[in-house]
């Protein structure tokens, strides 16, 4: 599960698909990335908005993701038999990722890894 999640990552933030994360402009409930239909099928996985908090005596803004499998059968294995075992199926959360205001690619990466490293696959 963790190098299909490592792999998944990867495709989510090359590019310029990480500043979506860090600035998201879309509305709770929507999918920040991946956007692209075709990917959605070849990832597997996607990013669902949540919403913002503030933290800290500085109200630094965090951005909250629900980490969710995506439908449909030419995904990969590893979420494929991930969700199955799931009741709520597509609406089933992986991880919940919190990523700050701003944060820049490596910090994001971290905040993947981090916030995934207790996913198990079935």
């Known amino acids: 599960m963790q ?9 989510l933030l090359k590019q310029n698909g ?3 994360l860090s600035n998201p402009s879309v509305a709770r409930g929507a999918t920040a990335v991946p956007k692209n239909p075709t ?6 996985i996607r990013l669902d908005y949540d ?3 503030e933290k800290g005596v500085d109200k630094v803004k965090w ?4 980490l969710q499998v995506n439908a449909g059968d030419t995904i990969p294995n590893a979420f494929k038999n ?6 709520k199926g597509t609406h089933a959360v992986m991880a919940t990722i919190e990523i700050r205001d701003g944060a820049d690619k490596d910090e ?3 905040a993947l ?4 490293k207790d996913v198990q696959g079935v």
């Open 3 to 11: 190098k299909a999640l490592g792999t998944a990552f990867s495709s």
């Open 18 to 20: 990480w500043k979506k």
């Open 39 to 44: 990917a959605v099928a070849r990832i597997g």
């Open 51 to 53: 919403n913002y908090v």
């Open 63 to 66: 951005h909250h993701y629900k």
């Open 82 to 87: 991930w969700r199955d075992s799931q009741s």
């Open 108 to 110: 994001i990466k971290a």
């Open 113 to 116: 890894k981090e916030a995934t």
